[in-house]
């Protein structure tokens, strides 16, 4: 059987199409999986000289092969395992939209900067684990926001300022570790801090010890107006 020459090059131009249509489709489902697109812009920020990251492939329609990861039934990611796996650089602010991860372990890794005020968007998270890396400047407040966390270990990093009183909020915290770090201020004692003991604030020179609860109102001495300083409000 003979083709026609307007015949071939109509076939051509299908072909043409389709193939378009194929890579668009392609590249249009790469960019509808947020966890894939996150975690690749992650990747390419980080120095990975053990390569645990090579099986981080973008051009798959989700991240659930991969290696260090974990998702539930519904191919939605919960879990990131990167402890002790030799990773340097930053945590992305984009982390914050990875909205049904329950677990963030990459503790003991050379993570440097900021913890980003988007992982307070993590609302199913019961574990953030990023003890002994290199983080800096403050604890967010919107950490407050991880109603659901039981397990939260900062220690062993550079944190600074003060402990926010949000995180006295998560009824549901079990075990909390800022202990090794430049935090400084007062222990919060109240909601869920009334449970934890010295060892989890140790080794933060610039910490003041925890007091212990005020006596009842009744038996404290109202200040006088002029003793209290210059209003902050
Ligand atoms: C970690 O990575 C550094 C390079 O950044 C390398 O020198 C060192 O050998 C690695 N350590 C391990 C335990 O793989
Ligand atoms: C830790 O990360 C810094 C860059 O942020 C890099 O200069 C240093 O070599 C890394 N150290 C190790 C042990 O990988
Ligand atoms: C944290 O730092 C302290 C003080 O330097 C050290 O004794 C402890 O072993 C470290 N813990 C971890 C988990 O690295
Ligand atoms: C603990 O006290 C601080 C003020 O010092 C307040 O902002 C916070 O909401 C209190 N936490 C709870 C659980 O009541």
Known sequence: MRWKKTELADMQMGSFFLLAILAFGLVLNVSANTEVEVLYAWKANLIDPNNVLQSWDATLANP?????????????????????????????????????????????????GAIPIELGNLIKLVSLDLFSNRLSGHIPDSLGNLQRLRFLRLNNNSLSGSIPRSLTTIATLQVLDLSSNHLTGDIPINGSFAFFTPMSFRNNPGLKPQKFPPPPPMFQIAPTPSAKGPSSS
Request: glycine share 8%; proline share 4%.
């Open 64 to 112: 659930c092969t991969w290696l260090h990861v974990t998702c539930n039934g519904d191919n939605n990611l919960v879990r990131i395992d990167l402890g002790k796996a030799n990773l340097s650089g930053p945590l992305i602010p984009q982390l914050g939209q990875l909205s049904n991860l329950m677990y963030l372990e990459l503790y003991d890794n050379n993570i440097s």
